[in-house]
């Protein structure tokens, strides 16, 4: 036995821990790295006196170790890679990779708690090492992460999972060389087939394909290509997914992950003796508190994740353009990726987490380049349309769009403004308009656009036919089956509303039922309709909509409709609110009826009311609405105020403060003492309590009451030219579903905000 192989003493981890610490300990500044090489000689001594097997201690992140033990030997490699110098980093990234590729780590791992894991810590650090800039670091960082993640014996999870994904990503994006990047890009394409093929299985141990380098720089990178780099790159990815195929050893059946009563997470599966991966007999992956599998909510992060990477702007340096414009085409190859494996964030049964994300990153980051037909940029358009044709060989996922967003009034009409940008962009740019498109690429995107017009025709074929087979084999439904569509063949409740429908799309359900698609689908145009006439003229929306009968004709259900439907401006919302005349007075009374303050503070209770709509400008306007407001408020906390008056006067107060204190126009800001002063005596001629007051004024001073999103409807008629520029108008429509007649939402800056309050606003909800 040679002296290097002896270093680390005869367990499995200390023969791969043990050469790389001994590295580190030469290759190490010892005046400037003696912490370090302490550390190593520490870890090194104590692996010596381990035997060559030892009893697994299920507490403990390596095998064949207790946990001080772990925590000892994986110290030095953290701080080695802390240390941010190429030459002690090298060995410590090797020596992770090992553990992880010789399945030698068992863990959960998740970003969270004050404390973290030792294994948390290393990876935390290798991601940390990304940054120090030399190409062979480069590579190794991105070789372990994949290792890990890759790893069946490893679940990696939460803000861990979307670090790993993150360093990839800007490794790709500010690599050192071109086949550093492609390797970066690479790696997130294989990150993401295993833990979508993960999220589909609902298991960490299952067959996968390993991503194929020069397809996935079929269109875009090519100019990164030196030589022989995709050929290097093929290789580098084999070399780590088959490191850990061929490490079944050390997956040791007797030992599993911390279980909940180690952690406080539920315990993944043992693997099977019996089985091996892919098999068709996988264990259910394990759960989380709620009972929701953690493999599939790793899998709704990351879709989550690449949604927000995709929508970075540059707002300052536009020398970063190119950068950033090679960022959102990765990430449109990426959801390429995830449907070439399966697209599970697609199916029916796995939406209903992500169908609202779908609904505003698909307009956004999809259509807007798919509807840009006079100045396209060639390679992001091409990456859409490569997209577009892979969903589209799918039939269920071509119905599955349709049913679920064209016929939600609650969601965008995703399958109708796809087919039409991909007939705007086979007809080509109109008749003497100015284009950026050279004659080659003209003809490239026509013929591309209607190879995916044929294959949605024919993959709608495909589903009737299969469907007609299904019919065939089933026998015909009896009476119950055909009053339970009879019920949901209405499209209007009682109250005047749309009622919930609820379709399941599964590949091999019964027919859908096509009277009650089509009348989903009727009723949400013609709402859509109404909506339109609203937001222009409130009034007639709302007669429209009445004698349509899309809703109730009674101030109830028009305040209902007010409260509750999508798409509807707040500015116009207050606006009729406000109005004077009879009906929309009584709605006015009806809506703030229907708002429940009892035991809500003043503060919090105007916050909760402006939420829904804005102030109109008319100051009779907000004294009708705000007089209702503080009579409802008191009548639901009778012991609030001495009269509804008192109530009036301060609401009126706490506008105005709320304006002054957040308007960048004013000045002069107003003190909590000329707050307590302005509101003295309007209690009946007495002054409220002062601590009252006071907390009052910090509540809205330090956070802001937004009374809707049209706040920046002036910033955006200032920055219609911007827009021009941009290329963003009519972006806002597409991502929430609005008319294109309606104006934009305005510069750049406000849009991606507005985005992000979607996104944050619609997380929790479920269909």
């Given at each position: 036995?040679?002296?290097?192989?002896?270093?680390?003493?005869?367990?499995?981890?200390?023969?791969?821990?043990?050469?790389?610490?001994?590295?580190?300990?030469?290759?190490?500044?010892?005046?400037?790295?003696?912490?370090?090489?302490?550390?190593?000689?520490?870890?090194?001594?104590?692996?010596?006196?381990?035997?060559?097997?030892?009893?697994?201690?299920?507490?403990?992140?390596?095998?064949?170790?207790?946990?001080?033990?772990?925590?000892?030997?994986?110290?030095?490699?953290?701080?080695?890679?802390?240390?941010?110098?190429?030459?002690?980093?090298?060995?410590?990234?090797?020596?992770?990779?090992?553990?992880?590729?010789?399945?030698?780590?068992?863990?959960?791992?998740?970003?969270?708690?004050?404390?973290?894991?030792?294994?948390?810590?290393?990876?935390?650090?290798?991601?940390?090492?990304?940054?120090?800039?030399?190409?062979?670091?480069?590579?190794?960082?991105?070789?372990?992460?994949?290792?890990?993640?890759?790893?069946?014996?490893?679940?990696?999870?939460?803000?861990?999972?979307?670090?790993?994904?993150?360093?990839?990503?800007?490794?790709?994006?500010?690599?050192?060389?071109?086949?550093?990047?492609?390797?970066?890009?690479?790696?997130?394409?294989?990150?993401?087939?295993?833990?979508?093929?993960?999220?589909?299985?609902?298991?960490?141990?299952?067959?996968?394909?390993?991503?194929?380098?020069?397809?996935?720089?079929?269109?875009?990178?090519?100019?990164?290509?030196?030589?022989?780099?995709?050929?290097?790159?093929?290789?580098?990815?084999?070399?780590?997914?088959?490191?850990?195929?061929?490490?079944?050893?050390?997956?040791?059946?007797?030992?599993?992950?911390?279980?909940?009563?180690?952690?406080?997470?539920?315990?993944?599966?043992?693997?099977?003796?019996?089985?091996?991966?892919?098999?068709?007999?996988?264990?259910?992956?394990?759960?989380?508190?709620?009972?929701?599998?953690?493999?599939?909510?790793?899998?709704?992060?990351?879709?989550?994740?690449?949604?927000?990477?995709?929508?970075?702007?540059?707002?300052?340096?536009?020398?970063?353009?190119?950068?950033?414009?090679?960022?959102?085409?990765?990430?449109?190859?990426?959801?390429?990726?995830?449907?070439?494996?399966?697209?599970?964030?697609?199916?029916?049964?796995?939406?209903?987490?992500?169908?609202?994300?779908?609904?505003?990153?698909?307009?956004?980051?999809?259509?807007?380049?798919?509807?840009?037909?006079?100045?396209p940029s060639f390679l992001q358009k091409m990456t859409v349309?490569?997209?577009?044709?892979k969903i589209s060989q799918d039939p269920q996922i071509i119905?599955?769009?349709?049913?679920?967003?064209?016929?939600?009034?609650?969601?965008?009409?995703?399958?109708?403004?796809?087919?039409?940008?991909?007939?705007?962009?086979?007809?080509?740019?109109?008749?003497?308009?100015?284009?950026?498109?050279?004659?080659?690429?003209?003809?490239?995107?026509?013929?591309?656009?209607?190879?995916?017009?044929?294959?949605?025709?024919?993959?709608?074929?495909?589903?009737?036919?299969?469907?007609?087979?299904?019919?065939?084999?089933?026998?015909?439904?009896?009476?119950?089956?055909?009053?339970?569509?009879?019920?949901?063949?209405?499209?209007?409740?009682?109250?005047?509303?749309?009622?919930?429908?609820?379709?399941?799309?599964?590949?091999?359900?019964?027919?859908?039922?096509?009277?009650?698609?089509?009348?989903?689908?009727?009723?949400?145009?013609?709402?859509?309709?109404?909506?339109?006439?609203?937001?222009?003229?409130?009034?007639?929306?709302?007669?429209?909509?009445?004698?349509?009968?899309?809703?109730?004709?009674?101030?109830?259900?028009?305040?209902?409709?007010?409260?509750?439907?999508?798409?509807?401006?707040?500015?116009?919302?207050?606006?009729?609110?406000?109005?004077?005349?009879?009906?929309?007075?009584?709605?006015?009374?009806?809506?703030?009826?229907?708002?429940?303050?009892?035991?809500?503070?003043?503060?919090?209770?105007?916050?909760?009311?402006?939420?829904?709509?804005?102030?109109?400008?008319?100051?009779?306007?907000?004294?009708?609405?705000?007089?209702?407001?503080?009579?409802?408020?008191?009548?639901?906390?009778?012991?609030?105020?001495?009269?509804?008056?008192?109530?009036?006067?301060?609401?009126?107060?706490?506008?105005?403060?709320?304006?002054?204190?957040?308007?960048?126009?004013?000045?002069?800001?107003?003190?909590?003492?000329?707050?307590?002063?302005?509101?003295?005596?309007?209690?009946?001629?007495?002054?409220?309590?002062?601590?009252?007051?006071?907390?009052?004024?910090?509540?809205?001073?330090?956070?802001?009451?937004?009374?809707?999103?049209?706040?920046?409807?002036?910033?955006?008629?200032?920055?219609?030219?911007?827009?021009?520029?941009?290329?963003?108008?009519?972006?806002?429509?597409?991502?929430?579903?609005?008319?294109?007649?309606?104006?934009?939402?305005?510069?750049?800056?406000?849009?991606?905000?507005?985005?992000?309050e979607q996104f944050k606003a619609k997380s929790g909800k479920?269909?």
């Open positions: 036995m040679s002296a290097s192989q002896a270093l680390g003493g005869q367990s499995s981890c200390g023969r791969a821990i043990g050469p790389s610490l001994d590295k580190i300990i030469k290759n190490a500044a010892w005046r400037k790295h003696s912490a370090i090489v302490a550390a190593c000689k520490s870890a090194l001594d104590r692996l010596e006196t381990l035997p060559a097997s030892a009893p697994t201690d299920p507490a403990s992140p390596l095998l064949g170790l207790s946990l001080a033990d772990a925590n000892l030997v994986l110290h030095p490699l953290v701080l080695a890679l802390e240390a941010a110098y190429g030459k002690i980093a090298e060995p410590a990234l090797e020596c992770a990779f090992k553990l992880f590729s010789l399945n030698l780590v068992h863990a959960d791992i998740a970003d969270c708690g004050d404390q973290p894991s030792a294994i948390l810590r290393l990876i935390q650090a290798v991601c940390k090492s990304g940054g120090i800039g030399e190409e062979a670091v480069e590579l190794a960082v991105l070789r372990v992460l994949l290792s890990a993640v890759r790893s069946p014996c490893v679940l990696i999870r939460g803000d861990c999972l979307v670090h790993i994904v993150k360093t990839c990503y800007n490794v790709y994006l500010g690599g050192q060389n071109g086949t550093n990047q492609i390797c970066a890009k690479s790696v997130l394409a294989q990150i993401v087939v295993i833990v979508f093929a993960r999220t589909e299985a609902d298991s960490l141990d299952v067959r996968f394909k390993t991503v194929s380098v020069s397809e996935l720089l079929e269109f875009a990178d090519k100019n990164l290509n030196e030589g022989s780099s995709i050929q290097f790159c093929q290789n580098f990815l084999n070399e780590v997914v088959d490191a850990n195929d061929g490490a079944a050893e050390n997956k040791n059946l007797e030992f599993s992950l911390p279980t909940e009563s180690q952690n406080g997470d539920a315990s993944v599966p043992k693997e099977d003796d019996k089985g091996e991966a892919g098999n068709g007999e996988l264990n259910d992956g394990p759960k989380s508190v709620d009972g929701t599998s953690k493999i599939r909510e790793d899998g709704f992060l990351l879709f989550k994740n690449l949604c927000k990477l995709s929508m970075k702007f540059s707002s300052q340096d536009q020398s970063d353009d190119q950068i950033l414009l090679r960022g959102k085409i990765v990430s449109l190859e990426l959801l390429k990726v995830i449907m070439d494996n399966g697209g599970p964030i697609w199916r029916t049964n796995e939406r209903s987490g992500l169908k609202a994300e779908i609904g505003i990153f698909f307009p956004m980051l999809v259509l807007r380049v798919l509807e840009n037909v006079l100045q349309l490569n997209l577009l044709e119905i599955d769009v349709f049913v679920n967003y064209d016929c939600d009034v609650d969601s965008p009409n995703i399958f109708e403004r796809t087919v039409n940008g991909l007939l705007k962009t086979a007809l080509g740019p109109p008749a003497g308009s100015a284009t950026t498109l050279s004659p080659a690429q003209d003809v490239t995107f026509r013929h591309e656009s209607v190879k995916c017009l044929v294959r949605i025709i024919k993959s709608m074929g495909s589903w009737m036919d299969q469907q007609l087979i299904v019919g065939d084999l089933n026998p015909p439904r009896g009476p119950e089956g055909d009053n339970s569509t009879e019920n949901h063949s209405t499209p209007n409740g009682e109250d005047g509303t749309a009622q919930d429908f609820d379709i399941h799309t599964d590949g091999n359900s019964e027919f859908y039922d096509a009277v009650t698609l089509e009348q989903r689908r009727a009723y949400k145009i013609e709402l859509q309709k109404g909506i339109t006439l609203f937001n222009r003229k409130p009034s007639k929306g709302i007669d429209f909509l009445i004698s349509a009968k899309k809703i109730g004709g009674s101030p109830e259900d028009v305040a209902a409709f007010l409260k509750n439907t999508s798409g509807l401006s707040e500015t116009m919302i207050g606006d009729y609110l406000g109005d004077r005349d009879d009906f929309p007075l009584k709605v006015m009374h009806a809506y703030v009826d229907s708002f429940n303050f009892k035991g809500k503070d003043f503060g919090e209770a105007i916050r909760f009311f402006l939420r829904g709509f804005k102030l109109p400008g008319e100051a009779q306007k907000i004294d009708r609405i705000m007089e209702k407001f503080a009579e409802r408020y008191c009548k639901c906390n009778p012991n609030s105020f001495t009269s509804a008056d008192t109530a009036y006067v301060l609401a009126y107060s706490v506008i105005l403060l709320n304006t002054d204190a957040h308007n960048n126009m004013v000045k002069d800001k107003m003190s909590k003492a000329d707050f307590i002063r302005n509101n003295r005596g309007i209690d009946d001629g007495k002054d409220l309590p002062e601590e009252f007051l006071s907390t009052l004024y910090d509540q809205i001073v330090k956070n802001e009451i937004k009374m809707s999103s049209d706040t920046s409807a002036q910033q955006s008629k200032q920055a219609n030219s911007l827009n021009k520029l941009l290329g963003l108008d009519g972006i806002l429509n597409l991502v929430i579903g609005k008319q294109t007649e309606e104006k934009a939402l305005g510069a750049n800056g406000l849009l991606i905000r507005h985005i992000q479920s269909e």
